[in-house]
């Protein structure tokens, strides 16, 4: 069975710039999370998606921050305009159901903003 | 808020030792609580899942008990390796007032020294 496949798995910019990850979850799994990882800490939930709906944003920084998961399958993170502070590892995993179900998690993409 | 924290922040030990790390968590009303392994650079392993109504989880020579009541969890790992020398993670999945959360502790970081 596939795993969670993210890409790329590292990207340079400059502050202000665009950025945008992709993410392909395991096959059949409805559930589909955004985590950020900041160096030194454990990942924090930026999003959660139940097929193409959104379960849980409250931590997005919606202002520079944008997600889709437009068909209930692959998923894109978006920050615009990218900030130093959002230099981390940004990592995806799925599960399939929900919140009673076993996480399983992509390689990650870090970012690097200077 | 849930809050989880993780003692100790860094274990080293000689290869051999059975050894404990804890996970603590603030609010008892969870859904499940799930341990990870994280290797520098790579996504997170799923080792065990633990539903809110189970004691206990076996896999191999890891041991993870849950006390709900007393918002704790021991990850047991007997025998251990030098390629049991990771980050390992535990994170418990509730409900807040947006809907599911899952929260993640800082880790600890194991060294197993040959």
């Known amino acids: 069975e596939a795993g969670v496949a993210q890409s790329p798995r590292y990207k340079i910019i400059e502050k202000r710039q665009s950025v945008a990850f992709w993410c392909n979850p395991i096959?059949?799994?409805?559930?589909l999370y955004w985590y950020q990882q900041i160096l030194g800490q454990g990942p924090k939930l930026l999003i959660q998606f139940q097929n193409n709906g959104v379960v849980d944003d409250s931590q997005l920084p919606k202002d520079r921050f944008s997600a889709e998961r437009l068909k209930g399958v692959d998923s894109t993170l978006k920050i615009q305009p990218a900030k130093l502070e959002d230099s981390a590892v940004y990592l995806c995993?799925?599960?399939?159901?929900?919140?009673?179900?076993?996480?399983?998690f992509g390689p990650g993409t870090r970012l690097t903003v200077l | 808020k849930q809050e989880v924290t993780q003692i100790p922040a860094a274990l080293s030990v000689p290869e051999g030792e059975n050894l404990v790390l804890n996970c603590s968590f603030t609010?008892?009303?969870?859904?499940?609580l799930q341990w990870f392994r994280q290797d520098p650079g790579k996504g997170l392993t799923s080792l065990l899942l633990i539903q809110s109504s189970q004691r206990e989880q076996t896999s191999g020579r890891l041991n993870a008990s849950l006390d709900k009541s007393s918002g704790r969890s021991t990850l047991y790992i007997a025998a251990s390796q030098p390629g049991d020398s990771a980050t390992y993670l535990c994170a418990v999945s509730d409900r807040d007032n947006y809907g599911q959360n899952f929260v993640f502790g800082p880790g600890t970081r194991l060294s197993v020294l040959p």
């Open positions: 096959s059949g799994h409805a559930t």
């Open positions: 995993a799925s599960s399939l159901a929900g919140a009673l179900d076993e996480q399983f």
């Open positions: 609010d008892s009303a969870i859904y499940n």
